[in-house]
């Protein structure tokens, strides 16, 4: 059993927070780069950020720099997306997702920004 499974979306108002879960079953998150994907109606998937095996290396959209950051919790097997000073532009389906090696995605969770 090699899955994803997102949590934590929902509606928030602009400026607002939101903290978005994806906890891994089937394998170690530990051992490969996890990623945050994006995707509104009629626009292109976006990359949004990116945390590699290298300790504490991440990476980030220029649309989103500064306002959202990537963890993991191996404990819990699980990382995160915790979402700051919202934006309505940041509405869309956020997967959570292995795209290089293992290629599996999230089933996705909805976030929306009401303006």
């Known amino acids: 059993q090699v899955q994803l499974v997102e949590s934590g979306g929902g509606l928030v108002q602009p400026g607002g927070s939101l903290i978005l879960s994806c906890a891994a079953s089937?394998?170690?998150?530990?051992?490969?780069?996890m990623s945050w994907y994006r995707q509104a109606p009629g626009k292109e998937r976006e990359l949004v950020a990116t945390?590699?095996?290298?300790?504490?290396?991440?990476n980030y959209a220029d649309s989103v720099k500064g306002r959202f950051t990537i963890s993991r919790d191996n404990a819990r097997n699980t990382v995160y997306l915790q979402m700051n000073s919202l934006k309505p532009e940041d509405t869309a389906v956020y997967y959570c997702?292995?795209?290089?090696?293992?290629?599996?995605w999230g089933q996705g969770t909805q976030v929306t920004v009401s303006s």
């Open positions: 997702s292995q795209p290089s090696r293992l290629r599996i």
């Open positions: 089937g394998f170690t998150i530990g051992n490969y780069g």
């Open positions: 945390s590699t095996t290298v300790a504490g290396l991440t």
